[in-house]
């Protein structure tokens, strides 16, 4: 548990904000150093969210389905570069309000979790809608501005050789300075990115700043999944108890 002391800072002439030494973060949670022992701390690290929840299959598929078929009606051709489908919004799908609920309010349980001040925050989602990614489909690497602090993704029909997600390392300065792996197979702090192989049902969630992707998609059967951004907005003490947004009393445990 980190603590951090009131008054940590003053301003330099040349605005550089300076910590004074016995007001630097602490921490509490680590034993008394052993003098022949390094020791290593991993803080600003890059919290990646997972959990599989298959009880929301049966629903997304539905709806995918009648979606995904609404958009072949529209455009009854992939796109020979790009053999993807994407639908509109699903957040306005009934049935799907369980499936978000869950997802709300596991996103806000993890950014409470983070250290963030959430009581005074509700969440919402920006944006969902379904890709369908057919062979040689991916999509590159990119992050989501405009306001969004979460990412999200349920994978529902994860055919074999999909496409995999890919979060890649947030910091460009070490990404230009580093070194070569000695096994790129492993993830370790030499990692560049991490990847996941999906499977149906598996919900991810990541901050959005976390430059993300899907690799290519070399399985016959389409790759389907949802893709999320949430965003936070603050509530004014005196509204919380009127609020049906989110709350501590959700039981997600992070
Ligand atoms: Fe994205």
């Known amino acids: 548990m980190k603590k951090i002391k009131k008054n940590i800072s003053k301003i330099s002439d040349d ?21 022949n022992q390094l020791q290593k701390f991993g803080y600003f ?11 929301f299959l049966d629903s997304i598929r539905k709806v995918s389905k009648r979606l995904l078929a609404e958009n072949e009606k529209e455009v009854p051709k992939l796109h020979p570069i790009y053999p993807v489908r994407q639908t509109g919004s ?3 799908e009934e049935e799907l309000k369980e499936f978000f609920d869950f997802v709300g309010q596991a996103s806000w349980g993890a950014l409470n979790s983070e250290g963030y001040a959430m009581e005074n925050f509700s969440l919402h989602f920006q ?14 690497e990119h992050v ?10 349920y994978f ?23 070194l070569p792996e000695a096994n790129m197979n492993l993830a370790t ?21 976390v430059p993300h992707s899907i690799s290519r998609h070399a399985g016959s059967k389409p790759l389907r999944m949802i893709h999320m951004t949430m965003a936070v ?22």
Request: negative net charge.
């Open 15 to 35: 605005n550089t904000a300076i910590v004074i030494d016995d007001q630097l973060p602490v921490s509490n949670n680590h034993p008394a150093p052993d003098p």
């Open 189 to 209: 702090d030499a990692s560049t990115a991490i990847n996941f192989e999906p499977k149906a049902g598996d919900l991810f969630f990541a901050p959005s700043w």
């Open 144 to 153: 989501h501005a405009f306001g969004s602090q979460l990412i999200g993704f």
């Open 45 to 55: 690290i890059t919290p990646i969210y997972h959990i599989t929840k298959p009880e």
């Open 156 to 178: 529902f029909d994860t055919p074999e050789d999909s496409g995999r997600l890919v979060f890649h390392d947030p910091r460009p300065a070490k990404r230009q300075i580093n």
């Open 233 to 254: 907005s603050f509530v004014p003490p005196e509204q919380i108890n009127n609020n049906l947004n989110l709350n501590t009393q959700n039981t997600i445990i992070i």
């Open 127 to 140: 944006e969902a809608w379904v890709q369908e990614h057919h062979k040689h489909s991916g999509h590159d």
């Open 90 to 92: 699903l957040l306005a």
